[in-house]
């Protein structure tokens, strides 16, 4: 036996999880485990703050609830989701449009629309209009292509924070045409504050951070034989545009409406963008956030939940 200090519990740690049968699950504890160490010795963690920090974790999860991500919430304010989404960026084989978080309002169900209709259901502010085209990346129009959309209203809410999910407003689906073209009218959208009233809005307080996102409108874009895009576009002239708390705003997802005798809607301020989509790969899943609910059932390490 072997007594255990500051400069080997370590190793010793290591050598006991080498055992473990999975390669990549042994891969992340052993970093896991070296990073985790390293921390608390660069800031000579104590005891006190310990407590604090398991005390913060277990009310992280204490406010985890089929309709609410709290762990999520806590990677996307410490820009661990937008680091895990560049870096899964950089698996994909051609430059496609750059992605962004999905973020926790995106649901599986949305109402179809045509193109030209109005995603908002009573407007109480100016219409602008969207434009856009999904494209390969040689150019060529994607016929058919899936396009989710969802935003806030021009009030700041999403649809289930004013209706849970007994309705859906400012959010749909568009199928774009043969030259893969779609269009659709809605509100412009405000930004809004992240949950504050849970334990990372009291991170976020105690960091003086002002938990805003800057105003954008959520894409999701599939294609068969393409890889899945989820992003969004922020709007530039959004006083956070370059302060977003979750940090997923790139300059090349910034627009701004303007009126353009080009657009389908002329009479309307109008963003246009066009969508890259990326060949699809064996890369696995795209999406960084989830639905709350599917979570709670998430499976364990060993042998189900
Ligand atoms: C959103 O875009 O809706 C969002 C993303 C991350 C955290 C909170 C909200
Ligand atoms: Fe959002």
Request: net charge negative; with cysteine.
């Amino acid at each position: 036996m072997h007594d255990l200090d500051q400069t080997t519990i370590t190793q010793a740690v290591l050598d006991q999880m080498a055992t473990t049968t999975d390669p990549r699950l042994k891969e992340i504890m052993a970093s896991a485990v070296k990073h985790l160490h390293a921390f608390a010795r660069d800031i000579n963690l104590t005891p006190a703050e310990w407590l604090f920090g398991i005390g913060f974790i277990t009310q992280i999860g204490q406010a985890c609830t089929d309709s609410r991500q709290e762990t999520i919430l806590l990677s996307d304010t410490l820009g661990l989701s937008a680091l895990v989404n560049a870096l899964h960026d950089k698996t994909r084989l051609d430059d496609a449009t750059d992605t962004s978080l999905l973020g926790p309002f995106y649901r599986d169900a949305s109402p179809e629309f045509a193109n030209g209709d109005c995603i908002a259901a009573h407007p109480d502010s100016p219409e602008i209009g969207f434009y856009g085209q999904v494209h390969d990346l040689e150019g060529r129009g994607i016929a058919g292509a899936r396009i989710e959309v969802w935003q806030t209203d021009e009030h700041g809410f999403y649809d289930m924070q004013k209706f849970g999910n007994e309705k859906s407003d400012v959010r749909g689906t568009f199928t774009a045409d043969a030259l893969g073209h779609f269009n659709f009218r809605t509100v412009r959208p405000l930004g809004y504050f992240i949950p504050m009233d849970g334990p990372v809005g009291s991170m976020i307080k105690a960091q003086n951070r002002h938990g805003c996102r800057p105003a954008h409108i959520h894409f999701l874009i599939t294609a068969p034989g393409f890889r899945e895009l989820v992003t969004s576009l922020y709007q530039g002239d959004d006083q956070y545009i370059d302060s977003d708390v979750v940090f997923g705003v790139s300059s090349s997802l910034v627009i701004q409406a303007k009126r353009n005798p080009a657009s389908p809607f002329p009479s309307l301020e109008t963003i246009h963008y066009d969508f890259g989509l990326a060949r699809a790969t064996e890369s696995g899943e795209a999406r960084i956030g989830a639905d709350p609910s599917k979570l709670l059932k998430a499976p364990g390490l060993v042998g189900g939940a």
